[in-house]
């Protein structure tokens, strides 16, 4: 199949290349991963209670999903986070080398890495319960070994905003050399709702970093609301709203405050795009439609769809071109689910139904 043709968004700040699946740009995740436990209970006990659970199913988690996504759209895939010493991190380290994901961080010999449970009950309802190690608990140095290469995306996630290691991303972002106009590779930041616990100091060096925010409408809502923003009226996105022009309106708004791109996903109904342009001008709201998905009890495919455009920015994509074969991805992730873990496929099965849609 034809691999498409694509540009930077940046031309200014990165060579301009012509990649289909294929990237040398790496994506460099500082995220945190944790293996998931993952038990079904017929109802979660309460205080005091007692449960009996089907046989558990483990499973790599939380930044682990966004490199894998990456790798399945053939960008190499490296983890600057912090892993540690023990059981849990060996099988970290074990899921890594099975799925090509390099790790370049920092290993805490004091500690293991932490855990997450995760119990699911006959409604599809998720309850987690996390257990923090190693991961959490990195000082200010934490990534100074991380070093971009010109092109590369770095990858952050909300789970690191909020503990311990937060201090060495607050350092890994005021360098000089990793500023706004000076750096010559791209971050993409996936705030999650911990972004309502992040402290203002760490907000800031955020917004000065100008990423491209990748982000649900919920997350989207708790955003707006730590910048001052009216979050979308929840009367226009019930039956009968126009849930095109609440979303739209909302990711003009906050493009106009962070001055930098973002992308607010909504399912099916697809994503809003607000980017920039090479000389930093703010563009137009686009619309990138979604895919019908038939509703499973599934967790989202977030992970997948940030992994995704990760990894077609790297390989030089435009940014809505990146979210459209990242909502196809998705998709499909969605109905491959494994125990209610998204599987987020290949760039040519993603490509070709891109291409089936058009």
């Not at 200014?12 to 944790?34: C, D, K, M, P, Y």
């Not at 979660?44 to 046989?55: K, R």
């Not at 053939?74 to 010493?85: C, D, E, T, Y």
């Amino acid at each position: 199949m034809a691999q498409p043709t694509q540009q930077s968004d940046h031309p200014n700040q990165f060579a301009r290349q012509t990649r289909g699946a294929s990237s040398q740009h790496a994506v460099i995740s500082l995220s945190e991963v944790v293996p998931d436990i993952m038990l079904t209970v017929d109802q979660v006990p309460t205080p005091g209670g007692y449960a009996v659970a089907g046989a558990p199913h483990v499973t790599i988690a939380a930044g682990y999903r966004v490199m894998k996504a990456a790798r399945q759209m053939g960008a190499p895939a490296k983890h600057g986070g912090i892993l540690g010493n023990g059981p849990l991190a060996g099988m970290i380290h074990a899921t890594f080398e099975q799925s090509e994901i390099e790790h370049v961080g920092q290993d805490r010999l004091d500690e293991d890495s932490g855990f997450r449970i995760m119990l699911g009950d006959p409604a599809g309802t998720k309850t987690l319960i996390a257990a923090y190690g190693a991961e959490a608990h990195g000082s200010e140095d934490a990534f100074d070994g991380i070093e971009p290469d010109d092109g590369d995306v770095v990858h952050i996630s909300g789970n690191t905003l909020t503990n311990q290691t937060a201090s060495g991303l607050l350092t890994f972002l005021t360098k000089p050399e990793n500023a706004h106009g000076t750096r010559r590779f791209r971050i993409v930041l996936n705030p999650t709702s911990a972004l309502a616990q992040v402290s203002d100091q760490l907000l800031e060096a955020l917004v000065l970093a100008r990423p491209t925010w990748s982000c649900n409408r919920q997350q989207a809502d708790v955003l707006a609301n730590r910048l001052g923003i009216a979050p979308i009226d929840p009367k226009k996105i019930t039956v009968g709203g126009d849930v095109t022009t609440a979303m739209g309106d909302l990711a003009m708004r906050l493009g106009d405050v962070l001055k930098a791109p973002i992308v607010i996903r909504s399912g099916a109904k697809g994503a809003w795009v607000r980017d920039v342009d090479a000389d930093g001008r703010k563009l137009g709201v686009a619309h990138i439609s979604g895919f019908p998905t038939e509703s499973v009890h599934a967790r989202s495919a977030g992970s997948c769809h940030t992994g995704v455009i990760c990894a077609r920015l790297a390989a030089g994509e435009r940014l809505v071109d990146a979210v459209r074969l990242a909502n196809a991805a998705a998709s499909i992730a969605i109905q491959r689910s494994v125990r209610g873990v998204p599987v987020c496929p290949s760039y040519a099965e993603a490509l070709m139904k891109v291409n089936e849609a058009a």
